[in-house]
């Protein structure tokens, strides 16, 4: 798949540079340095939290959530670009961060931004995917907030830092605020439910 994504950019031109679209931890986290950014728009796919994720942010006890682009709607990220001479190179770092397992589709996205529009490379779901959490219940989030943890930390961490990061940006996801307000509004347990509580990760 990286090498069929490495084709299809090398079909922009010779000298085209990468532009990856980032929709949550590539916002706060992107780990490369952009050579620039721009507030981007994408059509026909929204960010959500409703991927399964059983190492980062959960355990296979109890699974955690990352957030998908999928298909509906609309999503406000940011558009990172990467100069044509450092994709070759950049290519596998960002495939190990995003595609350690084919759980993604990669697609090309049309980007709205102030400068104009451009495509970039966007990791994407498929509902059809196993890892796709399909519609969870308010209890459902809420437990999961309050219990699952993964080697990069909690669902909940994860969550926050991505609000947290989309504002920085000038990006409210009204969405996001009211998922993390489940949280905040969760009663507080007793010492002995905190006690019995299983501990993820």
């Given at each position: ?17 990468l ?6 931890s590539l916002?706060w986290r ?6 620039e950014?721009?507030?981007?728009r ?6 959500c939290?409703?991927?399964w994720s059983?190492?980062n942010?959960?355990t296979?006890?109890r ?10 709607g609309?999503c406000?990220?940011m ?8 994709v070759?190179a950049?290519?596998?770092?960002l ?5 350690p397992n ?7 996205l049309?980007?709205?931004t102030a ?9 994407t779901?498929?509902r ?6 399909g519609a969870l219940s ?8 309050a ?6 930390g909690?669902?909940l961490?994860y ?15 009204r969405?996001?605020?009211?998922l ?6 969760a009663p507080?347990r007793?010492?002995?439910?905190r ?7």
């Open positions: 798949m990286m090498a069929d994504t490495l084709a299809q950019w090398r079909s922009l031109g010779p000298r085209a540079d532009w990856v679209f980032g929709y949550a916002v992107p780990e490369f340095l952009a050579a950014q721009r507030l981007a994408v059509h026909g796919h929204h960010r939290l409703q991927m059983r190492v942010r959960g296979p006890e699974p955690g959530l990352v957030f998908a682009l999928m298909a509906g609309s406000t990220g558009a990172l670009r990467v100069p044509h001479a450092q070759e950049l290519m596998p770092r495939w190990a961060r995003e595609m084919p759980v993604y589709d990669p697609k090309w049309r980007c709205e400068q104009g529009p451009l495509h970039a490379l966007a990791f779901l498929s059809h995917s196993p890892n796709f959490t308010e209890a459902r989030y809420r437990d999961i907030f219990h699952s943890h993964g080697r990069y909690s669902t961490d969550a926050r830092q991505t609000l947290h990061g989309l504002r920085a940006h000038g990006i409210e996801d969405a996001l605020a009211r993390l307000k489940i949280a905040d509004d507080p007793s010492a002995a439910a006690v019995a509580a299983p501990r993820g990760g």
